[in-house]
C-alpha cells in the first residue's frame, strides 16, 4: 500500500513540475512577443476608404517600424508629409525614384518604366470595370522619391492629385513611418501581401514581415499559460475522485 501511496506522489511531483515548467515556458513566449511585437510595430486605424479593398475604412492593422529606404515597390505604408497634411496617411508604393509611372497602358493598366503591372486588389469602378486610373497621367519619380496611389482608385486623394506639385506627386522616402503588414481587426483581414505584378522589376518587393511568428509566440504562450495553470486544480479533483472511490471500496 505505501509503494502505491508513493508512487502516486511521484507522479503528482512530476506533474506538478511539468506544470510550472508549463507556465514558466508560456509567459517567456508570451510576453517575448509581446515585446517584440511593441518595439517593431505601430498600430493604427485606417481613416478613409482610400485603400479598400485591400484596408476597409476602421480596419485595425499592425504596421512594422522601417526606414523608408528599405521601401520598394507594392508595399503599404503609412507616411506623414507637410505637403499632404501633416497627418498619417495610408497608401501603396507603385514606383520609387528613377521610374517613370504612367496610366493607362494596355487593358487599362498601370505601367512602370513602360511595363504593364498587374493589381488584382483595385477596386472595380462604378461601372464593373477595373481601370489603374479615371484619367490618365504620366510622371517621373524624383531619387530617394516614392510615388503613392490608393487601393480604390476612384475616390483615393493621392500623388496624381499633386502632380501639379515641383515632385510630380512624389513624396521623400523619410517621410515613410511605417509598412503595413497585418489586418489585426476585422480578424478576416490577415497579412498584407506583397503583390506579384511588381516582383519582375528591378529590386523586386519586401520581405514578409516578422508579425506572423510574434503573433504565433503570444497565442502559443497564452495556450501554454492556461493549460499549465488549470492542471493543478484538475489534478486535485480528480484525486479528490479517486481518494473517495477508494474509501468507498475500503468500506
Not at 505505501?2 to 506538478?16: A, Q
Not at 507556465?23 to 510595430?41: D, I, Q, R, S, T
Not at 500623388?159 to 515613410?176: C, K
Not at 497579412?191 to 523586386?204: H, I, N, S, Y
Request: with cysteine.
Amino acid at each position: 500500500m505505501s509503494g502505491t501511496t508513493k508512487n502516486r506522489d511521484g507522479h503528482g511531483r512530476l506533474g506538478s513540475v511539468l506544470s510550472g515548467l508549463a507556465v514558466a515556458v508560456g509567459c517567456l513566449l508570451f510576453l517575448g512577443g509581446f515585446a517584440g511585437g511593441a518595439l517593431l510595430y505601430r498600430p493604427y486605424s485606417v481613416p478613409t476608404g482610400s485603400m479598400a479593398p485591400t484596408l476597409e475604412i476602421g480596419a485595425k492593422v499592425l504596421a512594422q517600424r522601417v526606414d523608408g529606404a528599405d521601401v520598394k515597390r507594392g508595399d503599404v505604408v503609412v507616411f506623414e508629409d507637410p505637403l499632404w497634411g501633416g497627418s498619417a496617411m495610408v497608401k501603396r508604393v507603385v514606383a520609387v525614384g528613377g521610374d517613370t509611372v504612367a496610366c493607362c497602358g494596355d487593358g487599362g493598366r498601370l505601367t512602370v518604366n513602360g511595363t504593364p503591372i498587374d493589381e488584382p486588389y483595385l477596386r472595380p469602378g462604378p461601372d464593373g470595370t477595373v481601370r489603374a486610373s479615371g484619367e490618365d497621367f504620366t510622371a517621373t519619380v524624383p531619387e530617394d522619391s516614392l510615388f503613392l496611389l490608393g487601393d480604390d482608385r476612384t475616390s483615393s486623394l493621392d500623388s496624381r492629385t499633386h502632380l501639379e506639385d515641383a515632385a510630380q506627386g512624389s513624396v521623400p522616402r523619410s517621410a515613410v513611418v511605417a509598412r503595413v503588414d497585418s489586418v489585426v481587426w476585422p480578424v478576416t483581414g490577415g497579412l498584407v501581401e506583397r503583390p506579384a505584378g511588381f516582383a519582375a522589376l528591378p529590386g523586386g518587393v519586401s520581405s514578409p514581415g516578422p508579425v506572423t511568428p510574434l503573433l504565433t509566440a503570444v497565442a502559443a504562450g497564452a495556450v501554454l499559460i492556461l493549460a499549465g495553470a488549470a492542471y493543478g486544480p484538475l489534478a486535485q479533483r480528480l484525486g479528490g475522485r479517486r481518494k473517495a472511490t477508494r474509501e468507498k471500496v475500503g468500506a
